[in-house]
């Protein structure tokens, strides 16, 4: 049997921003011989400020035992338009040949098993308008067994004939055929047939790290894992658990008996019975029972359901449900059998592999596995029928590591599943989690989520910490069960699912990792990212964006006694017109389920009239920023429970009962919360506007510039006065940059005159094609820079002068070191200029110095253009000149800097992690050779530390003296922060010497 080159990798090497107004469409009303309400419907009429409760008698028309999930629920939409039937065709896998080279090797070697693909392919799109999970699930597996059955029948047929044994593969309509080279070409001859691939024998890699076994859990007493996606929030704060969803994986298997897994395999009956009928497949070893090769399967089962009994808690969604397909054995997997497992999971059959039942399919499936690499189509078949049975797929986005773009594996580069890399515990990503984009483009990974450390249950009884984005992905189906099990009519909805993951993620930008030339197709600029796609996951954004909250209806707990044949229940159903903005009529529904949410439920219509009164009072007023005064998207809500959120533009309106005291909160994400109290009269309206102030740190630097004046051989303590003026800790790092060239401003006191130089009429005009570079051009002196004497230089068009040639000719934006050069350069501003477009690049030789000028030229793709200019002294001292930079952005990722041999200085970067360019028009910045500042000041102590809000501290700073000074050093000393308005602040330290060495000797030196 041929092995794949590529690696199948079960993964073990070894997180909100904003809420989605969630609308569920109509559900199919229960059969009534399950559940049967008294009265049919609930109405009543209740004054502003009042409440009334109601009672509702639930039957059980059925002859079974039921148990009831109650659930609020909007009043159903209207019909929509008839819409156009949807398109979801499956696809056939992509190979280069008819016959499969591999499978030509295995053949030249006598009989093989191999795989034998119809090119007729069936569509599945009618399936997403079914709303039933039984009959959708019924859909998908008929059509798919019944296309088969006819697109195979003469094929079929011809093996009959021939008495040649085949196991049909209806999910990809293929076949399963063992023969020799004669039938092999045979078969592909054969009109219907479309390809022949051999049954891939796929090397799972082997377990590459175990960590040491540490859950660090929080003060809720769960795993570190589940504390950062908020999973236990979800637990206590919602009362979700995942009740009434089934998970599923397809892996190693599973130790169905491990005590934190053995309460949710759906095979559990209780009392010690199981029936591992439907809940377990093996095509691997043919087991009856689930089992496990290894401990990769039954870990990532326990990241998504487990609930160990004397354990922090580790499982995402602890109330759902298991099942489970082995698919692989330690180390290796087949086509054939994934194949089968995928089958499987969306038909389930008893162990003896008949009477498949696909209402008994996963509402989730997770893939901790993947190719080595991207690209490959394989198993695209399959992932489009699990979409479109309402299977919410979730795939590792592979173990390839990041040190290069588009390393992302499939099939998690697959547009209809979710990919989801993984993060440290300091949310940054693992060095061996995949990344995007895709090979045509798309960005992935969908998600991030803990993959280091994870903390789960191994295939003994026990525990392990392994790493990986295997243990990554299984957060992401863990979440989703949290998310349909809050609210059922998500249930099968990819999209409205993935809208809501994405949108609730916590978003990942500007990891400098990553903003090297080296990923410049990928950085993680915006949101989405190929680094991290939307974010790390949030289970408890998730959840409250998705879950249905009708403040004014209050329901009871859900009865936790079994409701026998024919037995009832009455229901205490409040309405409080105490939480409604004001008089109306307010409608919603009673959804009650009975065992299983995947059945349509009863739903029982409730309405609620407040009237109008002439004693009532109007609150108004507008919700704003109280530094900027933008409005702002604020949530109202009052003592009384009303809840309402500001229009576009700030602006909120409620009625109250008149003459009461009304304590009303204003909230936005990001500031600080604001309560007025305010009492008023009946039929007045009056105004309550809010002003909110931000929650941040805001760093504050004393001192611009501190001064340090040193007498020969002493040393001076000085202080770095940091304060905090913003409402929430501010943590900081202090460095002193390391800095051969000091930099003056002129826009700074004891900065440098002077301004723009005029290029002179015999200037060398340099005709740059865009992103072209100059050939060598003579200085005219020896122009020291760093430990070396230059006398020629080569002029980029996109700003930078280098004392080598070129490495690229093309705009790489970067902080330094630049990518367009390794040599030496000097960058007075490194941008993407078009000189194709006008202005003028020119050098020329003054009595200055030299003298290279970028004047009036566009930035690429833009009509802005740009004026800047270095002068290179022969002194060593470096001037850039700035006459027209206004129209400079940020976006534009320029960078101004030094490039030395073995070093760099940054000036300003807007490419990246450091100071922010801060240029204007008539700007001099003038670089001047010193002593390196680090062999001169030193930080004593408190380089890093956390300050709270409106609070200071002093930092000391040492300086001394380290020679003769024949001019004022200076170092900058770098304070960066988690104030997000001033991440990087500098002061710097300006060095002069106080009382002189006493005396000085000159040693002449005489160069021949």
């Known amino acids: 049997m041929m092995r794949r080159s590529t690696s199948l990798i079960l993964f073990i090497i070894a997180y909100l921003v904003s809420v989605l107004v969630f609308t569920p469409s109509t559900p199919v009303q229960a059969d009534p011989a399950t559940l049967s309400a008294t009265p049919t419907s609930l109405a009543a009429t209740v004054e502003l400020g009042d409440t009334a409760t109601l009672s509702l008698t639930i039957t059980n028309t059925s002859s079974n035992s039921l148990t009831l999930l109650l659930y609020a629920g909007y009043p159903p939409t209207a019909s929509p338009a008839r819409m156009a039937l949807p398109s979801l065709p499956v696809p056939l896998p992509q190979q280069a040949e008819r016959i499969d080279p591999a499978l030509q090797t295995e053949l030249a070697h006598g009989p093989t098993r191999f795989l034998v693909f119809f090119a007729d392919r069936p569509d599945l799109g009618a399936a997403l308008l079914i709303r039933d999970w039984a009959a959708r699930g019924e859909y998908v597996y008929h059509t798919l067994t019944e296309h088969a059955e006819r697109s195979q029948r003469a094929v079929r047929a011809m093996l009959d004939a021939a008495g040649i044994r085949y196991t049909p593969l209806w999910i990809v309509n293929a076949l399963l055929v063992e023969g020799d080279a004669t039938l092999a070409q045979a078969l592909a001859d054969h009109a219907d047939v479309a390809m022949l691939s051999a049954d891939h024998e796929l090397q799972v890699a082997p377990s590459a790290l175990t960590t040491a076994v540490s859950c660090s859990p929080s003060a809720n007493n769960v795993c570190w894992n589940i504390d950062r996606i908020r999973a236990d929030r979800v637990w206590r704060e919602f009362g979700v658990t995942g009740e009434g969803i089934t998970v599923a994986n397809i892996d190693s298997g599973v130790a169905y008996t491990h005590p934190a897994l053995v309460g949710q395999y759906r095979g559990n009956l209780g009392g010690g019975v199981f029936d591992h009928n439907y809940n377990w497949f093996d095509p691997v070893g043919n087991t009856t029972a689930p089992t496990a090769s290894g401990s990769h399967g039954t870990h990532v089962m326990g990241t998504m359901v487990s609930n160990p009994p004397d354990q922090p808690a580790m499982g995402v969604a602890p109330g759902a449900r298991w099942i489970a397909a082995r698919a692989c054995d330690t180390l290796n997997c087949t086509d054939s059998n994934i194949i089968a497992a995928a089958q499987w999971v969306l038909a389930p059959t008893d162990l003896n592999g008949n009477n498949p039942q696909p209402s008994r399919r996963p509402h989730i499936l997770n893939n901790s596995w993947a190719f080595s690499s991207g690209g490959n189509p394989i198993y695209t078949g399959y992932t489009a029928a ?513 490039q030395f041999d073995d070093q760099s200085q940054h000036v300003a970067c807007d490419a990246g992690d450091e100071l922010p360019l801060d240029l204007s028009d008539g700007l001099v910045i003038e670089l001047r050779p010193q002593i390196n500042p680090r062999a001169w000041l030193n930080i004593v102590s408190g380089d890093s530390g956390t300050l709270a809000a409106s609070s200071q501290t002093d930092i000391p700073l040492t300086a001394r003296w380290v020679g003769p000074m024949y001019t004022t050093s200076q170092a900058r000393v770098q304070i960066r922060s988690n104030d997000p308005q001033k991440p990087v602040a500098t002061v710097r330290v300006q060095l002069n010497e106080g009382t002189p060495a006493p005396y000085q000797v000159f040693i002449p030196f005489v160069f021949r």
């Open 386 to 898: 699990w979409k479109a049975a309402g299977i919410f797929t979730t795939f590792a986005a592979g173990n390839t590591g990041n040190t290069t773009c588009s390393t992302i594996a499939s099939p998690g580069d697959y547009a209809d599943v979710v990919a989801v890399g993984a993060i440290k515990q300091d949310d940054r990503l693992a060095p061996f989690s995949a990344i995007g984009p895709t090979g045509d483009g798309r960005i992935k990974p969908d998600l991030v989520a803990p993959g280091v450390g994870i903390y789960s249950t191994d295939a003994s009884t026990g525990y392990i910490a392994l790493s990986g984005t295997s243990m990554a992905a299984p957060h992401v189906a863990g979440t989703v069960a949290l998310l349909w099990s809050a609210n059922p009519q998500l249930i099968g909805d990819y999209d409205g699912t993935y809208a809501l993951l994405t949108n609730t993620a916590f978003p990942i930008t500007g990891d400098t990792t990553f903003m090297g030339s080296t990923h410049s197709a990928c950085r993680p600029i915006g949101v989405p990212n190929n680094i991290y796609g939307y974010g790390r996951l949030d289970a408890f954004a998730a959840v409250a964006a998705a879950k249905v909250d009708i403040p004014w209806l209050t329901l009871p707990p859900t009865p936790t006694a079994t409701l026998t044949s024919s037995g009832n229940t009455t229901l205490s159903i409040t309405l409080d017109a105490r939480k409604v903005p004001g008089p109306g009529v307010y409608s919603a529904r009673l959804l009650i389920y009975a065992n299983n949410l995947t059945d349509p439920p009863l739903a029982v219509p409730i309405t609620m009239t407040v009237p109008p009164r002439p004693t009532h009072a109007t609150i108004t007023g507008t919700v704003t920023d109280s530094e900027t005064g933008r409005p702002l998207p604020a949530t109202i809500t009052t003592t009384d429970g009303v809840r309402l959120m500001t229009s576009p533009t700030g602006t909120y309106s409620l009625t109250v009962p008149g003459s009461s005291t009304q304590h009303v909160t204003a909230a936005a994400v990001g500031f600080v919360t604001q309560t007025q109290t305010i009492t008023p009269s009946n039929g007045s309206t009056s105004t309550l506007n809010f002003a909110l102030d931000p929650i941040r740190p805001r760093l504050t630097t004393l001192q611009d510039v501190i001064p340090a004046t040193v007498d020969f051989q002493q040393t001076v303590t000085l202080n770095l006065s940091l304060r905090n003026d913003g409402n929430a800790p501010l943590a900081y790092t202090v460095q002193i940059d390391n800095e051969p060239y000091g930099v003056w401003r002129s826009d700074e006191p004891d900065g440098p005159s002077g301004g723009w130089i005029d290029p002179p009429t015999g200037r060398q005009v340099l005709n740059l094609d865009d992103d072209g570079n100059s050939d060598a051009l003579d200085l005219g002196f020896d122009f020291p820079f760093g430990s070396t004497f230059y006398r020629q230089v080569y002029i980029g068009a996109n700003g930078i002068i280098a004392f080598a040639p070129f490495t690229t000719s093309y705009f790489i934006p970067s902080c330094f070191p630049l990518s367009e050069t390794t040599s030496a350069a000097i960058s007075p501003l490194h941008v993407d200029f078009n000189s194709l477009d006008g202005g003028e690049i020119s050098f020329a030789q003054v009595s200055s110095g030299a003298l290279i000028t970028w004047d009036d030229v566009p930035l690429y793709g833009t009509t802005r253009r740009l004026s800047v200019q270095a002068l290179l002294q022969p002194n060593g001292v470096i001037r850039f000149h700035y006459r027209n930079v206004a129209d400079l952005q940020p976006t534009d990722q320029a960078t101004i800097g030094l």
